[in-house]
Each structure stands twice: as structure tokens, then as C-alpha cells.
């Protein structure tokens, strides 16, 4: 998701072809990386851009040249990507004929009518050049390749300095490149500014206005999402009667036809399996023998944006938050509470890490004991349930810190910190999880134990996962050391499978079902992001994810909690999460049952949801299907039920430019 983040607002920036202009890059607050842009004086523009997020990061250098009203003749871009995979790719315009080419593919369009070519790969200068095309052209819109539509609208604007040198900014918003529409601030000379909560360009001397910029935003974005929460989640008048439906019984995997539920604001009044309900009064939805099952949960988030949103869209009506910003973040908390912003209940986790090269991306860094149990008490403080480690804390800080969250109610779990085990995690007070490649690893212990390195936390469990089979005595006491301490996991498999089993020449395989649906700035960034594998061991990497779904298959087997996660893409990634634990071997009502009332379990919420039952939270979806006959047909979800209100995922698709599913 992050990758996704960054592309996005990589499509997001507006700048004048002037002088060189030198801009920082951030991640949260942290400089991490630097973009410089070059008007040659042949027209050309010359972009260099580059950043390190740990051992991640881009690094390009792009080339275009651009027509008299601004669209591009020429685009050239060249380096590697955020996995450090090569980049190539070109576009050029002649005449009435547009063709592009990258490493992967190639197209080509008809171009009598000029459209912006929108590139999978792009600085964070390139939509410059769109936003001056769209300043210009006819309603301030303009058609896109591949396809598409861009559309410029003005927003509001700042000022930045004292009487004397002082600069206007404009805040403009463009839609039509992702799921919502992305802000830019422009200068009267172009000079750009552009910040999300997550990461931000800006001209250099200029990083103190990002709080300002984030505000101005926030405000638009709320407004936004609040016509949105009003006109698309409706509250019943009254009590609501859902008739005929085929009730599923998260407690043990059957169904129910016939059976009748009667809803009272946000809760289940009464529950009929095989009956009718009397209700005068109440609104009646007729399901018609469709599927009614509990909201399903995402274990495994990190909340930005439209995330909200995709998930209403998919059926999450719970989200498990596993690291964010602070006070962001709680805003959005409460509005999602409040109804202000449509998104799932929340379920908070709060991250700390400590500091080095490869430090996470939280506001909680510490260096000391001391500061590492002060960080607990400040999430405990605020409500949040539950701890994440990161892999730069010191192994000797996790055993304090697990007994100081235990006393203050709080799960433990996260990464596994480089330099210690995933049994010394769990033994020093661990009871999670994050990332099913801490399995792997924990099995090559101690060859492996600088896990803060991609090559050695993903390359390692590539190479060597076939070789641990569920019959191996070493394999065999680690599935019942985890049975035994009640520890869970959360795999992420569909993480797993994009980093060593995608295919960097097609769409990443967790969205594969449903990108021809997604607008083109979404979907040109969903290209497989596979680690490539060493020369020789390519047959090891393929076999790896069979033989973690060996692996996943044998811990619930042996009664080893999963609660399905993604780290992905909000919303559309679970859907194929839980389609890999049907490939392990898990009975599709069995793996329904982790996504709904193992879920509920494992964050002590049970006795709120999880389950259609007498008093419990009415988080309820009605599906045109059978899921446990066929996994997938989680993707057919008709209307969803959340907070009292009503939902239909074809309206919510609409507003983010997702096609219909027919």
C-alpha cells in the first residue's frame, strides 16, 4: 500500500520548467531523498529524484519534452523502483500515432485527439506538466493514456512569508488518477508544494509549511468525505427486518436458509435461523436466500486516505491499524466513529521502533528503556489495544515492554526485532505474529538474524521455504511451541506472494481479479514488485509460497490462531488473502470463521462481534453467493451493514472511479 501511496502521489506534483529548483523529499517529518529539476535549454526538462525509505527507495531520472499546449511529445525515465527493481520506460507522440514501452509492455493509441500520457513509472515533477495542460485546456480537463480523464479544480490557497516576500500558493485538487482527488499548490512562477500524512516534495527552505498544507487539505478532504458519508450511508427510519436470508454461523461454519434478523440502530435485536420475525414497523430488505454473514476483518491495515472507503466497499467493517501518525490518525478515529467519514470500526495498534538505518516509519523512536515503556503508556493512555515492535528495537527492551503492555491490558506483537528469534520473541512475552516470513525465519535461526535487511527478511525465506515441511521434527515442535503459547499469526500472505512470487510483467496477483476495474493512475502503479531471484535459484523462489501454505496449513491444523491481514490495498487484497488460505487446504467456512469470529477473539471483542447473535454490533454483509462453496464469491457483496447504517458498494465504487462488476 505504501508503494501504491507513494505512486499516487507521485502522479501529484506540480512545478514551473524554470531554473533548477531543488526540492526534499519526506517520509512523516524525515528528509529522506531529494528531486532536481533541469530546464535545458533545448526544451527538454530534466528530472533527478531519489529517496531511501530503509533498504527500500526510488532512484530515476526522467526526460520529456512537451507540445505547445503542454502534452507531452516525449517521456523517458530510467533507474530503479521502490524494491530497487530496474526501471525503463518511454513514451513518444508523432502525428496522429502515441506508442509507450516499458520493460514489461508495450501499447500504442490513436492520438488525433492529444491525451497526457500517464506513466507506470513517474517523478514526482512529471504531472507538472499535466497541471499546466489542464490550466489550459477547455473546463480544465483532458483525456489520458492509456485511458481516462484527468480534471483540474481550484480549491482554495495560503500565503507563505511577511509583506515584503510574501508568496501565494493555490491549492488545486485533480481527479481522475486514483481513487480520490489529489492536492497541489502552485506559486504564480509554479513553484509546487504537495504533502500527504505520509510522505511530501517541497521546494528546499520550505519543509515548515507541510503542517500548514496538511490542514488546508485536511479540510477540503473532510468536506469531501462527508457529502460522501451523508448521501451514501443510509440510517433506517426505524428497526430493520432482513428477511430470507442464508445465515452463516461463524461458531461452526454452517448455514442457515430461511433465517430472519431483526436490527435495532447498531445492534441485533433478534436472531431467527429457519424462522420469520414478527416486526410491524420495521423496514423489511427482502434477501432472497442471499448470503448474510458478520462483517469481515482486516488484521492487518495501515489507514490513509480512501481506505475507509474500500473497505465499506469490500465488506470490512473491522480494520486493525498497525502503525500510523498520532494525531491524524485519532481524528480519523473519531470521525469514522462519529459518521463523518465512511470507514470500518478500528481496531488501533501503536508502533514503536528504535532508531538506525532501517527504522520504521512511526512517531515512536527510542533509544532507551525508559523511552520504550513511556511509549507504551502513551498509546495505553489513549486507547489504543495493543503494541508493535518493530525490527530496530533492541531484543533486550521486548521482554519490559510486553510486561509493561500486558499490565496496561495491551497485546504484544509486531516484527520480530533483528538479532532474536521468533520462539525468544514469543518467550519474552510476544502473543502475535506480523508477516508469516517470521515462520520461515525462525526456522533458519541463527543463520539468519539481521532481519532489518530485505535480502535477508524476504531473499532468505525465498530460498530456503521448501525446505521446511510440516513432517520435520524441527518444523513440527515450532507449529506446537506456537499452539501451546496461544500465539497468533498474521500472515499477509498476498504480501508475501507480490515481494517473491509476482510477476513483474503483469498486475501484482492479490489485485490481479480486479484491477481492469481501478482508475488508470491506480492501476498503472499495480505492477508486480517481486524481489528477483539470485541467479540459480529460481526454482526455490517459486516454490516458496506452496510451501508456506504447507506451513499455514499445518499450524490450523493444529489449532494455531490466524487472523487474515494484508498490509495491502484497503478493501479488495483480503478478498484474495482469503482465497490463498483456501489453496492451503483450509475449508472456505473455516477460513470465513478467521476473517470474522477468530478475529473478534484474538482483540478480546468477541462478545461485540464476530457473530449474528442477540445484542451484538449489526456489522453484517448480504452476498449474491455462496463463499464457503467458493472463496471468491466474497467479491459479491450486495449491500453492507455498518454502524447503523446501510451501504451499497456499487454507489461507494462509482465515487472512486471503480467500474461496476458487470
Known sequence: MRRLALLILSCCNVAALAA?????????????????????????????????????????????????????????????????????????????????????????????????????????????????????????????????????????????????????????????????????????????????????????????????????????????????????????????????????????????????????????????????????????????????????????????????????????????????????????????EAGSEIGPRIVRAGMIDGNGPYAGPTPKHVDTLEQALAAVDWYADRGYSRIKTYMSLKPEFIAPMAARAHERGLRFSGHVPAFMSAEQYVEAGADELHHFNYVVLDLLWPQVQETTKQSQRFGQVAAHAREFTPQQPRVAALIEFLRRRQVAIDPTLSLLEARIAGDPREVTPALAAVADRFPVGVRRGLRGTPYPPPPGEEAAYAAALPAMLQLLHALHAAGVTIVPGTDMLAGYSLHHELALYVRAGIAPADVLRMATLESARNSGLSHERGLISNGLQADLILIDGDPTRDIADTRRIDLVFSRGRIYEPTQIEAELGVKSRE
Not at 508495450?106 to 485527439?113: C, F, I, N
Request: charged fraction near 25%.
Open 20 to 336: 533548477p529548483r531543488e526540492d526534499i523529499f519526506l517520509l512523516l517529518d524525515r528528509q529522506v531523498g531529494s528531486q532536481r529539476v533541469t530546464q535545458r535549454a533545448d526544451g527538454k526538462v530534466e528530472v533527478r529524484f531519489s529517496y531511501r525509505d530503509r533498504d527500500h527507495g526510488e532512484d530515476l531520472v526522467a526526460e520529456w519534452t512537451l507540445d505547445a499546449a503542454g502534452i507531452p511529445l516525449r517521456y523517458a525515465v530510467r533507474g530503479h523502483d521502490y524494491l530497487q527493481a530496474p526501471v525503463r520506460e518511454e513514451f513518444r507522440r508523432d502525428g496522429h500515432k502515441a506508442q509507450w514501452r516499458n520493460l514489461h509492455a508495450s501499447g500504442g493509441a490513436d492520438a488525433a485527439t492529444p491525451a497526457f500520457y500517464l506513466p507506470e513509472t513517474a517523478t514526482p515533477e512529471y504531472v507538472a506538466a499535466l497541471a499546466r495542460a489542464l490550466l489550459k485546456a477547455p473546463d480544465r480537463r483532458l483525456p489520458l493514456l492509456p485511458d481516462g480523464e484527468a480534471r483540474l479544480q481550484r480549491v482554495g490557497s495560503l500565503v507563505d512569508g511577511d509583506a515584503k516576500s510574501a508568496t501565494e500558493f493555490v491549492h488545486y485538487r485533480i481527479s481522475g488518477l486514483g481513487f480520490s482527488p489529489q492536492s497541489i499548490w502552485l506559486a504564480a512562477d509554479g513553484t509546487p508544494l504537495m504533502a500527504s500524512s505520509w510522505s511530501s516534495v517541497l521546494p528546499a527552505g520550505r519543509a515548515a509549511l507541510r503542517a500548514r498544507l496538511l490542514q488546508a487539505q485536511n479540510e477540503a478532504e473532510l468536506a469531501w468525505q462527508a457529502e460522501l458519508a451523508q448521501r451514501l450511508g443510509r440510517r433506517p427510519t426505524g428497526d430493520l427486518l432482513i428477511r430470507d436470508a442464508r445465515l452463516f454461523d461463524a461458531r461452526d461454519g454452517r448455514v442457515h436458509p430461511g433465517s430472519s434478523v431483526l436490527i435495532r440502530g447498531e445492534r441485533l435485536l433478534r436472531v431467527a435461523p429457519g424462522a420469520d420475525i414478527d416486526a410491524p414497523g420495521a423496514e423489511v430488505v427482502d434477501a432472497r436466500g442471499r448470503f448474510l454473514m458478520p462483517g469481515l476483518w482486516d488484521n492487518h491495515q495501515h489507514f490513509d486516505g480512501v481506505d475507509g472507503l474500500l473497505d465499506i466497499a469490500c465488506g470490512v467493517t473491522t480494520g486493525r491499524d498497525l502503525a500510523n501518525d498520532d494525531d491524524g490518525f485519532l481524528q480519523r478515529v473519531a470521525r469514522f
